[in-house]
């Protein structure tokens, strides 16, 4: 089975408008962490949010937002107030465990913004 | 400061030929992480450094692939006999410390985008 399932292989979305990002994933390990990261067409891994499976609240940074329901295994990532610069591919990562380094990736959402 | 560097930028080859790709990572940083893009898929990983600890190379994919990290600072990946299958785009990572139960930003190189003809 994947670990990391992003369902959305592309998405087009208004300037200026909200945007969900869908992220399954599937672990038995109770200690996790799931990771957004976004990649432009240069090809950098820019590193977005971080929710940890045992946080009690959703993170939060600037516009980005991640939409954790533990119980459904999702971990969807929101992007208010879109803007042009926001194209690119985004990909949705899950650390295992509580010393695990490596990260699991999902296949990635291609979101291209429309002015 | 600077980040991640990761040379050469690009590397044609030809099939069965050996590469070596390298990594210098973010100065202070104790893991280092190499990872594969293939063409439109996401991020596989390779193999991990932390310290002086073995490495965890649970992620290559054959014996055709090998790494070091020399000091615990600059790491080369290794291929021999390259294969048409093996070109794709080869992150490095690297992150401060790793915590128990928290998470470790990972900083990303460039990448090395390898064509085996």
């Known amino acids: 089975a994947q670990k990391i399932t992003q369902t959305q292989p592309g998405m087009f979305v208004q300037e200026k408008e909200a945007v969900t990002l869908d992220c399954t994933y599937d672990t038995s390990d109770p200690s996790y962490g799931l990771f957004w990261y976004k990649q432009p067409s240069s090809g950098e891994m820019i590193f977005l949010i971080y929710?940890?499976?045992?946080?009690?609240q959703n993170a939060t940074e600037g516009r980005y937002s991640l939409n954790f329901q533990k119980a459904r295994k999702s971990a969807n990532l929101v992007i208010s107030a879109s803007q042009l610069g926001d194209s690119a591919m985004y990909f949705c990562?899950?650390?295992?465990?509580?010393?695990?380094?490596?990260?699991?990736f999902g296949t990635g959402t291609r979101l291209t913004i429309i002015p | 400061g600077a980040g991640v560097s990761q040379s050469p930028s690009n590397k044609v080859t030809e099939k069965g030929k050996d590469v070596e790709l390298r990594c210098d990572p973010i100065s202070g940083h104790t893991a280092l992480y190499w990872y594969r893009q293939s063409l439109g898929q996401g991020l596989e990983f390779l193999i991990y450094?932390?310290?002086?600890?073995?490495?965890?190379k649970s992620g290559l994919p054959s014996d055709r692939f090998s790494a070091e990290r020399t000091g615990g600072s600059v790491s080369t990946l290794t291929i021999q006999r390259t294969q048409q299958e093996d070109s794709a785009v080869y992150l490095c990572?690297?992150?401060?410390?790793?915590?128990?139960?928290?998470?470790?930003?990972?900083?990303f190189g460039p990448g090395t985008r390898l064509t085996v003809l």
């Open positions: 929710q940890g499976s045992y946080d009690q």
């Open positions: 990572a690297s992150s401060l410390v790793v915590l128990a139960g928290g998470y470790n930003e990972q900083f």
């Open positions: 990562a899950m650390r295992e465990g509580q010393k695990a380094e490596k990260l699991t």
């Open positions: 450094f932390q310290g002086n600890s073995a490495p965890d």
